[in-house]
């Protein structure tokens, strides 16, 4: 499935803040319901506020839940805003998430999203989080798995931010096969109304009639993983849940939020977001994120009432596992090279080492 060029970058900008944090990355295990044998790991701020808020950080193919730990803005935000961090790890060679299968993409369906709901009542039950404050964001793998978490477990979640995906069910494989690569989808040929991503979306979850999480969608135009044309997909996906308009933003900001993107926003719960020439390695923008999940102000979900402190208590935890090897062979679709990294550069038979850019090679 496809990879996700920042995971370099991120490396990069993020290793020298990873000393300076408050707790350590702590691997759970028997969170409950998990038939494809997801990982937990946890990150837990020293102090954090009494019923903290939870975001789960989903990772990019070839990606883990310690690189994603330290390849992304949220433990240090973690430490700041006193949230608790769950980064569920892949179970599958080559490290991608499953979005295609038919288990996957159906509430209670067995399949990778199951196990990833199950660290989500987790932690409400073991630390106090606050059931009405969890909300999940990934990164291109990661990404797809946001927007099928938000269609399959929308209960679970207050809102939703997705850094180069691709709609829920877009990545469907017709024979139900689990992580498998959909390149209609990938190469941006797959399009549908608002009514039939709406219909795909309530059929993960056909007995649900309670709200949707929020979204903010991110995508670059020069994206040659998941082309650019997904960005349109989600919006009308989601347009058809909340009733927007996908052709008619109500509002549409340049340079926002930073220089070269544009922000559109389609009513209070659904906002794409485009980076101007900017290729799969949408940078994960954690002021954003906060700001969208109410923790500071401008945001979608209430904000965090000012709630005491506390010292977090021990779970049922276990020392993290050690960093990823640097030996041994890529799997197909996984990174093998780019600016900054240091795992494998050699593809397993019959993958090619292929540059995409600077910062990122993969197996193809
Ligand atoms: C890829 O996904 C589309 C829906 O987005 C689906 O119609 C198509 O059958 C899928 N392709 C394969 C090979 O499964």
């Not at 900008?13 to 990982?39: C, H, R």
Request: glycine share 12%; aromatic share 12%.
């Amino acid at each position: 499935m496809a990879c996700f060029t920042l995971a370099s970058i991120a490396l990069f900008l993020y290793a020298g803040i990873a000393a300076a944090l408050t707790s350590s990355l702590q691997q759970v295990t028997n969170f409950g319901t998990n038939p494809t044998n997801v990982k937990m790991f946890v990150y837990k701020p020293t102090t954090v506020k009494t019923k903290p808020a939870v975001i789960v950080a989903l990772h990019y193919c070839g990606g883990t839940a310690q690189a994603y730990f330290g390849g992304s803005p949220y433990a240090q935000l973690a430490d700041t805003y006193g949230f608790i961090v769950i980064y569920p790890s892949s179970p599958i060679s080559g490290s991608c998430w499953d979005v295609s299968s038919k288990q996957t993409l159906s509430h209670n369906g067995g399949g990778d999203s199951n196990g990833i709901a199950s660290m989500v009542t987790y932690a409400i039950s073991s630390y106090g989080a606050d059931a009405s404050r969890i909300f999940v964001t990934g990164s291109s793998s990661g990404a797809m798995m946001t927007n099928v978490m938000c269609a399959t477990y929308p209960e679970l979640f207050r809102a939703a931010s997705v850094y180069s995906g691709v709609a829920a069910g877009c990545f469907v494989s017709s024979s139900g096969a689990v992580d498998a690569w959909n390149s209609s989808c990938a190469l941006g040929q797959v399009s549908e109304s608002s009514a039939q991503w709406a219909s795909t979306v309530r059929a993960m979850y056909p007995s649900y009639t309670g709200a949707y999480p929020p979204i903010q969608e991110y995508h670059g135009t020069a994206d040659t993983t998941l082309y650019f044309n997904n960005l349109g997909e989600e919006i009308k996906e989601w347009a058809g849940i909340f009733g927007y308009n996908a052709a008619a933003p109500t509002q549409v900001l340049s340079n926002t939020p930073l220089s070269g993107y544009t922000k559109s926003i389609y009513g209070p719960n659904l906002q794409g977001i485009v980076g101007q020439g900017v290729g799969h390695s949408v940078p994960i923008m954690g002021d954003e994120d906060m700001k969208w999940f109410g923790f500071v102000e401008g945001g979608a979900a209430p904000p965090p009432g000012g709630g005491s402190t506390t010292t977090t208590t021990a779970g049922t935890t276990t020392s993290t596992a050690p960093p990823t090897s640097t030996g041994g062979t890529a799997a197909h679709w996984a990174q093998c090279g780019g600016m900054g990294w240091t795992g494998p550069t050699v593809c397993a038979s019959p993958f090619t080492c292929t540059v995409s850019n600077d910062f990122y090679s993969q197996c193809l």
